[in-house]
């Protein structure tokens, strides 16, 4: 027991003793150990390293010696292209708060340092490679006389821990950042030659390469090995595992940039793809699930500068792959496919291809085939093949189109689309829409229901075919309840409903059973919704040059109706012009032709020529509601309306019209008509029979009309009704002011009124015969709305005394020249002072009656004509 006590003290004392002699001669050797370390260093890397402080320890690791290091910096070497990295440090290669490096210590007290281990943590390394592939991370062995000499870098072990990590290359605009949180390198350094191993398991955070992006977090195990030497760097076995699809690399990196490296993997499981992708993509593909294996190969062979592209190879395939719906019990089944990429023998864009081959996979019941391919990345060429038969409702639950209520029947689709898309910098699928085709489209009893519009498409039959021109013939569809056929010839139809910038032209003929606009409006709004929807303003499309031919057997909207309405469609940019348009509405027929043309600022300017026959009078104030006015309406009037109208009416945008500024012209002719308790007309009381005045009829009517300045002009015109033979003229604004002049003869309202109510000397006295028969009287009736006013009218009877005087003026002078030879140099014009009315009518509408005698005339000499026609 005292021996097992002495031996204790006594190697307790030797530990004791070492540890203080250690501890003495590393604080007595730390700065010259502590300057050799850093100068090997600085030694075999083309860079500086320096250490802000630094610590010999024999005891941490004994029997190894360690020299801690703090605040370690090593600048970026030299060589590389600066510029390329702007706005990044690219004055550092490592900034780390903490390293360390192991030597043997008995070797260090012989003078040879030999480093067994370095252990770096927690810092910040940037790896840049410019568009030459230069790096600033050069590694070369710079020897310089003197007893540092005798160390050596065998660097077995270098310890990872901690360190974040970002990688640019400019060659191929490749970007990863990231963190090593483990990593295990072993290096042997023998001048220009360098052996190197190592193990790692990397947290990647960030992948670019060109525009694709990767952002979420990826784990990544490497295993990498190599060899770099004076003729390159040349690849071992090296792998990298990266959610568990392994890559593997061969090949080496010559050291005039010469590349020759082969990737392969063999295992990718497609189901983590999904997740790997950009937010915008992986949110959209959430729903679908894939299973299957990816192969892939990538060769590279050539020199890489920034003038040079080296060849690639890369060849990728799936086999018998599953893609689920988690909302579908719908699935894609057996999908396979192969697929290269290369940029050919100039290794460029121009020589570059891109194809899909053997594609065939079976969606629900039916199954597809098709093939892609894309030459000449400069100048595309591209061609796409695709056969197969799909069920509308199969595509409708697949893809959770929720929009479509209702699908079904089925259609056959032989697509094949080749040529030249067009240079632009992005690409997408339907740009080869815009290419020439030789397809064919069979619709076969297809249903589609849109649920929140008014769409609803039943047994849709027929045939499209595209080659060159889309021709299809007699293709029949039920829309919203009413059938239509539909055949024509038209080209670039494709491109235009996938937007490209082409013209739609073409010939067509249409044909319906029935057509109720009603049936393509919107329903009613939810009470409870209160947005607010904003009409947007109609256009007509700039790139449409098109020729229809219409037929509709029967047309509905409210209580407007109308049959075999026929007619031509010419489409141009910006204008719509329907010629040889008729129809059959309102018991008559209406024809003529119409041209709307839209203006720079959106609104349109109508302009037509139309021929009516036969319309229900009563009826078209009945359908059309009295076309919004209510001073004449259905029940005051009838008959039929034949005759003509040009018109030119401007709308907005909204197509609401420009009434105030809507121009006209026309003839009509109303037989058989009547005008019905008609209250302006009542006002005519005082002159005609009441009861006559509640019931005019009339066998026909006719004058012309003008519309202009928001003024309805009527001319002169006589009427001959069951109240009265009169004359009429006005003007009718659309803010329902009137002004209308009435000729009427005194005989009409002599027998009309005068007699059956009143004897006939009452008011007038004795009343003779002019001789003529013809002695009138002038009215005026001026209102607004009901407010009626009937006057005598002054102004018109002056005006038609003196056109009398005047005829019979150039009446007696016809005679005095056939019968006497006189006036044979008058003209027939001679003015003369116009004699004054003897009498002034006024009727039960003014006060009093007068009557004045003219003055009589002053006191001339008699002469020829005096004496001729003197009494005897």
């Known amino acids: 027991m005292k021996l097992s006590i002495s031996l204790l003290k006594i190697t307790s004392i030797i530990i004791g003793t070492l540890l203080v002699i250690l501890f003495v001669i590393s604080l007595a050797i730390q700065n010259k150990v502590g300057a050799i370390v850093l100068n090997t260093l600085n030694l075999n890397f083309d860079t500086k390293i320096s250490s802000e402080s630094y610590r010999l320890s024999l005891i941490k690791k004994f029997p190894k010696a360690t020299i801690e290091l703090r605040n370690v910096l090593v600048l970026s070497s030299h060589g590389f292209d600066l510029s390329a990295f702007e706005g990044l440090n690219t004055d550092t290669l490592l900034a780390a708060r903490s390293a360390s490096v192991d030597l043997r210590t008995i070797d260090m007290i012989r003078g040879n340092y030999t480093f067994t281990k370095i252990t770096i943590g927690s810092g910040q390394l940037y790896l840049f490679t410019d568009s030459s592939g230069r790096t600033n991370y050069e590694f070369t062995e710079r020897k310089s006389p003197g007893k540092e000499g005798s160390a050596r870098l065998n660097l077995n072990r270098i310890s990872l821990q901690d360190l974040n990590l970002e990688y640019n290359d400019k060659r191929v605009d490749l970007n990863i950042r990231g963190i090593v949180r483990d990593g295990m390198l072993k290096s042997r350094i023998r001048g220009n030659n ?239 829409f815009n290419m020439a085709s030789d397809s064919r489209i069979v619709f076969n009893s297809v249903n589609l229901k849109l649920s929140n519009r008014e769409i609803d498409i039943k047994n849709a039959a027929g045939t499209f075919r595209f080659d060159g021109s889309t021709i299809t013939d007699n293709f029949r569809l039920s829309l919203n309840g009413q059938d239509i056929s539909f055949s024509g010839k038209l080209t670039n139809l494709p491109g235009w409903l996938a937007g490209f910038p082409v013209t739609l032209n073409g010939t067509a003929s249409v044909s319906a059973s029935s057509f109720r606009p009603e049936r393509f409006m919107d329903t009613d709004k939810d009470p409870g919704d209160k947005t607010e929807n904003t009409k947007a303003p109609l256009t007509i499309p700039a790139d449409v040059m098109l020729d229809i031919d219409f037929r509709v057997d029967t047309l509905s909207y409210k209580l407007f109706k109308a049959r075999n309405i026929n007619g031509n469609l010419s489409v141009r940019p910006g204008m719509l012009n329907f010629r040889s348009l008729s129809m059959d509405s309102q018991e008559g027929k209406v024809s003529g032709n119409g041209l709307v043309v839209q203006n720079p600022d959106k609104s349109f300017v109508g302009r037509g020529s139309f021929v009516v026959s036969g319309v229900d009078v009563k009826q078209s104030f009945t359908t059309f509601n009295n076309f919004g006015q209510d001073f004449i309406k259905a029940e005051n009037l009838e008959g039929l309306l034949s005759g003509n109208i040009t018109l030119v009416l401007p709308v907005d945008s909204l197509l609401n019209p420009n009434i105030h500024t ?170 003369r002072k116009e004699s004054r009315p003897r009498f002034r009518i006024s009727w039960e509408g003014t006060e009093t009656a007068e009557e004045q005698e003219e003055e009589p005339p002053a006191e001339k000499k008699e002469g020829f004509l005096d004496r001729l026609f003197k009494k005897k």
């Open 194 to 432: 360098i052996d190197f191993e190592g193990d790692m398991r990397m947290f990647i955070r960030l992948f670019r390469l060109d525009d694709f992006i990767i952002r979420p977090e990826i784990t990544a195990d490497l295993n990498v090995g190599l060899n770099q030497n004076e003729k390159g760097t040349f690849f071992k076995k090296s792998t990298m595992k990266i959610e568990n699809w392994d890559f593997v690399l061969t090949g080496f990196v010559a050291a005039d940039n010469y590349l020759d490296l082969t990737v392969k993997a063999d295992n990718i499981d497609i189901s983590r793809i999904p997740y790997l992708l950009p937010s915008k993509y992986s949110k959209a593909l959430s729903a679908y699930h894939p299973e299957g294996t990816l192969k892939f190969s990538w060769i590279t062979k050539g020199k890489s500068s920034s003038s040079q592209n080296p060849h690639y190879d890369i060849a990728f395939s799936l086999k018998d792959a599953l893609i689920d719906n988690r909302k579908s019990r719908l699935n894609v089944r057996n999908l396979s496919f192969n697929g290269t990429y290369t940029n050919g023998n100039g290794n460029s864009p121009e020589t570059s291809s891109f194809k899909i081959s053997d594609f065939s996979s079976r969606f629900g019941s039916s199954d597809y085939k098709g093939s892609f391919s894309l030459t000449n990345f400069k100048d595309p060429f591209t061609e796409l093949v695709f056969r197969g038969k799909l069920l509308p409702q199969e595509l409708v639950d697949f893809l959770n189109m929720n929009k479509l209520a209702e699908a079904g029947g089925s259609i056959d689709l032989d697509l094949k689309f080749s040529g030249k898309p067009g240079k632009k910098d992005n690409f997408r699928f339907t740009d080869v």
């Open 662 to 831: 809507m121009a006209a012209e026309g003839r009509f002719s109303i037989s058989n008509g009547a005008l019905v308790n008609f209250d302006p007309v009542k006002a005519l009381s005082s002159f005609i029979e009441l009861s006559e005045l509640q019931n005019i009829r009339f066998d026909k009517l006719e004058n012309d009309f003008f519309i202009r300045d928001n003024v309805f002009f009527l001319p002169q015109m006589e009427i001959r009704s069951s109240a009265a033979d009169l004359s009429v003229n006005g003007e009718h604004t659309f803010d329902n002011k009137y002004e209308y002049h009435v000729k009427m003869l005194l005989s009409e309202i002599l027998s009309k009124k005068s007699r059956k109510t009143r004897k006939p000397a009452e008011n007038f006295g004795e009343i003779q015969d002019d001789g003529l028969g013809r002695t009138s009287i002038f009215l005026r009736i001026d209102g607004k709305g009901d407010n009626v006013k009937v006057s005598y009218d002054m102004k018109a009877a002056g005006n038609q005394l003196k056109e009398n005087l005047k005829k019979e003026k150039e009446t007696l002078k016809t005679i005095i020249k056939e019968e006497y030879g006189l006036y044979r140099k008058d003209s027939g014009q001679v003015n």
